[in-house]
Protein backbone atom coordinates (compact mmCIF):
# COMPACT_ATOMS: atom_id res chain seq x y z
CA UNK A 1 0.00 0.00 0.00
CA UNK A 2 1.54 3.42 -0.93
CA UNK A 3 1.86 5.50 1.47
CA UNK A 4 0.34 9.18 -0.27
CA UNK A 5 -2.76 8.95 1.23
CA UNK A 6 -4.47 10.57 4.63
CA UNK A 7 -5.52 8.01 6.96
CA UNK A 8 -8.90 9.46 8.43
CA UNK A 9 -11.89 7.86 10.85
CA UNK A 10 -15.41 8.71 11.68
CA UNK A 11 -16.13 8.77 15.81
CA UNK A 12 -19.78 8.06 16.71
CA UNK A 13 -21.02 6.31 13.48
CA UNK A 14 -22.63 3.03 15.27
CA UNK A 15 -25.00 3.77 17.94
CA UNK A 16 -23.94 3.27 21.49
CA UNK A 17 -20.14 2.79 20.57
CA UNK A 18 -19.02 5.80 22.50
CA UNK A 19 -21.24 5.45 25.60
CA UNK A 20 -19.16 1.77 25.26
CA UNK A 21 -15.64 3.17 25.22
CA UNK A 22 -16.30 5.77 27.77
CA UNK A 23 -16.22 8.37 25.20
CA UNK A 24 -19.50 10.09 24.88
CA UNK A 25 -18.46 12.73 27.48
CA UNK A 26 -15.49 13.76 24.93
CA UNK A 27 -18.29 14.98 22.81
CA UNK A 28 -20.41 16.83 25.04
CA UNK A 29 -20.01 20.17 23.59
CA UNK A 30 -20.24 19.03 19.79
CA UNK A 31 -23.01 20.20 18.15
CA UNK A 32 -24.94 18.00 15.37
CA UNK A 33 -27.82 18.55 13.40
CA UNK A 34 -29.48 14.75 13.76
CA UNK A 35 -29.38 13.02 17.13
CA UNK A 36 -27.72 10.12 15.37
CA UNK A 37 -25.04 11.79 13.24
CA UNK A 38 -21.47 11.19 13.99
CA UNK A 39 -19.52 13.56 16.17
CA UNK A 40 -16.39 13.74 14.00
CA UNK A 41 -13.73 12.89 12.06
CA UNK A 42 -10.40 12.26 13.37
CA UNK A 43 -6.92 11.61 11.70
CA UNK A 44 -5.03 8.43 12.20
CA UNK A 45 -2.21 9.21 9.36
CA UNK A 46 -0.90 12.49 7.34
CA UNK A 47 2.16 12.32 5.43
CA UNK A 48 3.41 15.24 6.01
CA UNK A 49 6.76 16.13 8.02
CA UNK A 50 4.94 19.48 8.91
CA UNK A 51 2.81 18.53 11.75
CA UNK A 52 3.94 20.33 14.79
CA UNK A 53 2.69 19.29 18.14
CA UNK A 54 0.77 15.96 15.85
CA UNK A 55 4.15 14.70 14.48
CA UNK A 56 3.61 11.59 15.80
CA UNK A 57 0.70 11.15 13.18
CA UNK A 58 3.36 10.99 10.28
CA UNK A 59 4.61 7.46 11.20
CA UNK A 60 2.73 4.61 8.95
CA UNK A 61 0.50 3.01 11.76
CA UNK A 62 -1.13 0.13 9.33
CA UNK A 63 -0.18 -3.33 9.47
CA UNK A 64 -2.36 -6.69 8.24
CA UNK A 65 -0.19 -9.34 10.83
CA UNK A 66 0.49 -7.58 13.86
CA UNK A 67 -0.43 -5.08 16.24
CA UNK A 68 2.46 -3.43 18.58
CA UNK A 69 1.38 -3.33 22.42
CA UNK A 70 2.17 0.24 23.40
CA UNK A 71 5.02 1.25 25.89
CA UNK A 72 2.06 3.51 27.85
CA UNK A 73 -1.04 1.90 27.92
CA UNK A 74 -2.82 -1.50 28.89
CA UNK A 75 -6.26 -0.44 28.36
CA UNK A 76 -6.24 -1.15 24.54
CA UNK A 77 -9.30 -2.75 22.60
CA UNK A 78 -10.18 -3.65 19.10
CA UNK A 79 -12.14 -1.49 17.30
CA UNK A 80 -13.96 -3.45 14.25
CA UNK A 81 -14.81 -1.41 11.00
CA UNK A 82 -14.96 -1.09 7.37
CA UNK A 83 -12.30 1.27 6.02
CA UNK A 84 -13.13 2.96 2.57
CA UNK A 85 -10.29 3.43 -0.01
CA UNK A 86 -11.14 6.93 -1.22
CA UNK A 87 -10.01 8.94 -4.16
CA UNK A 88 -9.88 12.54 -3.16
CA UNK A 89 -10.76 15.55 -5.50
CA UNK A 90 -9.73 19.05 -4.93
CA UNK A 91 -10.93 22.27 -6.13
CA UNK A 92 -9.13 25.51 -5.10
CA UNK A 93 -7.85 23.89 -2.06
CA UNK A 94 -11.16 22.45 -1.33
CA UNK A 95 -11.93 18.73 -1.41
CA UNK A 96 -15.11 18.76 -3.50
CA UNK A 97 -15.69 15.04 -3.29
CA UNK A 98 -14.87 11.30 -1.94
CA UNK A 99 -14.60 8.44 -4.59
CA UNK A 100 -14.79 5.02 -2.91
CA UNK A 101 -13.25 2.63 -5.34
CA UNK A 102 -12.59 -0.42 -2.20
CA UNK A 103 -13.27 -1.51 1.10
CA UNK A 104 -11.86 -3.60 3.55
CA UNK A 105 -11.80 -4.95 7.30
CA UNK A 106 -10.31 -2.65 9.57
CA UNK A 107 -9.32 -2.81 13.39
CA UNK A 108 -9.30 1.10 14.33
CA UNK A 109 -6.81 0.26 17.54
CA UNK A 110 -7.52 2.54 20.67
CA UNK A 111 -6.15 2.89 23.74
CA UNK A 112 -8.79 4.71 26.15
CA UNK A 113 -7.13 7.50 27.77
CA UNK A 114 -9.84 9.38 29.42
CA UNK A 115 -7.54 12.26 29.38
CA UNK A 116 -6.51 12.86 25.97
CA UNK A 117 -7.23 15.84 24.62
CA UNK A 118 -7.81 14.74 20.94
CA UNK A 119 -9.06 11.74 19.45
CA UNK A 120 -5.94 11.13 17.37
CA UNK A 121 -3.69 10.92 20.87
CA UNK A 122 -5.65 7.73 21.10
CA UNK A 123 -4.73 6.48 17.70
CA UNK A 124 -1.32 6.45 16.31
CA UNK A 125 1.14 5.43 19.06
CA UNK A 126 4.07 4.18 16.05
CA UNK A 127 4.11 1.55 13.29
CA UNK A 128 1.92 -1.23 13.64
CA UNK A 129 -1.15 0.33 15.66
CA UNK A 130 -3.59 -0.01 13.67
CA UNK A 131 -5.41 -2.81 11.14
CA UNK A 132 -6.43 -3.04 7.58
CA UNK A 133 -7.01 -5.80 5.35
CA UNK A 134 -5.03 -7.20 2.74
CA UNK A 135 -7.56 -8.11 1.05
CA UNK A 136 -9.65 -4.94 -0.43
CA UNK A 137 -12.99 -6.07 -2.22
CA UNK A 138 -13.77 -3.50 -5.61
CA UNK A 139 -17.27 -1.34 -5.10
CA UNK A 140 -19.62 -1.11 -7.50
CA UNK A 141 -21.25 1.26 -6.23
CA UNK A 142 -21.56 3.37 -2.37
CA UNK A 143 -25.62 3.86 -2.85
CA UNK A 144 -28.18 1.92 -2.06
CA UNK A 145 -28.58 -1.83 -3.35
CA UNK A 146 -24.51 -2.21 -3.92
CA UNK A 147 -22.44 -5.00 -2.77
CA UNK A 148 -21.60 -3.67 0.73
CA UNK A 149 -25.40 -3.46 1.47
CA UNK A 150 -25.24 -6.86 2.00
CA UNK A 151 -22.17 -7.38 4.07
CA UNK A 152 -21.26 -7.95 7.91
CA UNK A 153 -18.91 -7.12 10.43
CA UNK A 154 -17.87 -9.91 12.54
CA UNK A 155 -15.09 -9.49 15.20
CA UNK A 156 -13.54 -12.23 17.25
CA UNK A 157 -10.70 -12.14 20.67
CA UNK A 158 -8.66 -15.28 20.67
CA UNK A 159 -6.11 -15.78 24.04
CA UNK A 160 -4.94 -19.35 24.85
CA UNK A 161 -6.59 -20.56 22.02
CA UNK A 162 -9.57 -19.37 23.35
CA UNK A 163 -12.07 -17.86 20.87
CA UNK A 164 -14.60 -15.17 21.88
CA UNK A 165 -16.68 -12.77 20.26
CA UNK A 166 -15.58 -9.04 20.56
CA UNK A 167 -17.83 -6.84 18.61
CA UNK A 168 -21.85 -7.70 17.77
CA UNK A 169 -21.86 -8.97 14.11
CA UNK A 170 -24.04 -5.76 12.18
CA UNK A 171 -24.74 -5.18 8.98
CA UNK A 172 -23.38 -2.16 7.17
CA UNK A 173 -26.14 -0.95 6.82
CA UNK A 174 -26.40 -0.40 9.97
CA UNK A 175 -23.74 2.85 10.47
CA UNK A 176 -26.15 5.77 11.32
CA UNK A 177 -24.46 7.68 8.39
CA UNK A 178 -23.99 5.72 5.03
CA UNK A 179 -24.18 5.58 1.36
CA UNK A 180 -23.67 9.20 -0.26
CA UNK A 181 -25.07 10.96 3.27
CA UNK A 182 -21.88 9.83 4.87
CA UNK A 183 -19.54 10.97 2.16
CA UNK A 184 -21.01 14.26 2.27
CA UNK A 185 -21.03 15.20 5.78
CA UNK A 186 -16.88 13.70 5.59
CA UNK A 187 -16.75 16.07 2.79
CA UNK A 188 -18.18 19.13 4.84
CA UNK A 189 -16.06 17.86 7.89
CA UNK A 190 -12.51 17.74 5.84
CA UNK A 191 -12.97 21.23 4.91
CA UNK A 192 -14.78 22.75 8.00
CA UNK A 193 -13.73 21.11 10.88
CA UNK A 194 -12.47 22.97 13.05
CA UNK A 195 -9.13 22.64 16.13
CA UNK A 196 -12.05 22.74 18.72
CA UNK A 197 -12.09 19.96 21.84
CA UNK A 198 -11.06 16.59 21.41
CA UNK A 199 -11.40 17.46 16.97
CA UNK A 200 -8.47 18.17 14.57
CA UNK A 201 -8.46 21.04 11.78
CA UNK A 202 -8.62 18.73 9.11
CA UNK A 203 -8.25 21.34 5.86
CA UNK A 204 -5.13 22.64 7.35
CA UNK A 205 -3.29 19.03 7.51
CA UNK A 206 -4.75 18.29 4.11
CA UNK A 207 -2.79 21.62 3.21
CA UNK A 208 0.41 20.28 5.67
CA UNK A 209 0.02 17.01 3.63
CA UNK A 210 0.26 18.76 -0.18
CA UNK A 211 -3.16 17.66 -0.74
CA UNK A 212 -2.75 13.81 -1.04
CA UNK A 213 -4.68 12.46 -3.35
CA UNK A 214 -6.31 8.97 -1.45
CA UNK A 215 -7.95 8.57 1.64
CA UNK A 216 -8.49 5.42 3.80
CA UNK A 217 -11.39 6.22 6.11
CA UNK A 218 -12.01 3.80 8.66
CA UNK A 219 -16.29 4.71 8.87
CA UNK A 220 -17.06 3.77 12.53
CA UNK A 221 -16.55 1.21 15.06
CA UNK A 222 -19.87 -2.04 15.90
CA UNK A 223 -21.02 -2.24 19.44
CA UNK A 224 -18.91 -4.51 21.64
CA UNK A 225 -20.43 -7.74 23.43
CA UNK A 226 -20.26 -7.48 27.00
CA UNK A 227 -16.69 -9.67 26.68
CA UNK A 228 -15.35 -7.22 24.18
CA UNK A 229 -16.44 -4.28 26.32
CA UNK A 230 -14.41 -5.22 29.43
CA UNK A 231 -11.86 -7.31 28.51
CA UNK A 232 -8.07 -5.27 27.08
CA UNK A 233 -6.09 -6.60 24.80
CA UNK A 234 -2.75 -8.22 25.95
CA UNK A 235 0.90 -9.21 24.49
CA UNK A 236 -0.20 -12.83 22.87
CA UNK A 237 -3.62 -11.87 21.78
CA UNK A 238 -5.19 -12.54 18.38
CA UNK A 239 -7.31 -10.08 17.17
CA UNK A 240 -9.70 -10.94 14.14
CA UNK A 241 -12.15 -8.09 12.12
CA UNK A 242 -14.13 -10.27 9.20
CA UNK A 243 -15.92 -8.47 6.90
CA UNK A 244 -18.52 -11.02 4.96
CA UNK A 245 -21.45 -11.57 2.60
CA UNK A 246 -24.15 -12.34 5.01
CA UNK A 247 -26.01 -13.62 1.35
CA UNK A 248 -23.37 -15.98 0.96
CA UNK A 249 -22.39 -16.90 4.06
CA UNK A 250 -23.80 -17.64 7.71
CA UNK A 251 -22.06 -16.20 10.93
CA UNK A 252 -21.84 -19.77 12.32
CA UNK A 253 -19.45 -20.48 9.27
CA UNK A 254 -17.41 -17.02 10.21
CA UNK A 255 -17.38 -18.44 14.11
CA UNK A 256 -15.72 -21.96 12.55
CA UNK A 257 -13.47 -19.80 10.19
CA UNK A 258 -12.36 -17.70 12.94
CA UNK A 259 -11.57 -20.50 15.40
CA UNK A 260 -8.78 -21.50 12.37
CA UNK A 261 -7.60 -18.12 11.52
CA UNK A 262 -8.62 -19.20 7.81
CA UNK A 263 -11.12 -17.14 5.66
CA UNK A 264 -12.22 -17.43 2.27
CA UNK A 265 -10.90 -15.44 -0.21
CA UNK A 266 -13.72 -13.26 -1.13
CA UNK A 267 -13.70 -12.28 2.52
CA UNK A 268 -12.16 -9.28 3.66
CA UNK A 269 -10.35 -10.77 6.86
CA UNK A 270 -7.53 -8.90 9.26
CA UNK A 271 -6.54 -11.80 11.97
CA UNK A 272 -3.44 -9.42 13.91
CA UNK A 273 -1.13 -10.81 16.73
CA UNK A 274 -0.51 -8.48 19.48
CA UNK A 275 3.64 -8.51 19.76
Known amino acids: MNTTFIGLGVAGNFAGHLEQAGEAADFLQVKTVEAVQPKAIFPFYVPSEQLGDYQFLSTYPLSNEEIRFPNDADNLQIEPEIALICDIQYENQQVIALKPTH ?150 QIVEMAEQEQFAADISALVQKVI
Open 103 to 252: FAAYNDCSIRRPNARKICEKKNWGEKSKGISPTWIALDQFTAGGILDDYHIACFHKRNGVLNEYGIDSPAVGYSYFHQKLLDWIVDRMNNQQDEGPMNHIAAMLKQADYPPQAVISIGATRYTDFGEHNFLQIGDTSIVAVYNGKTYSHQ
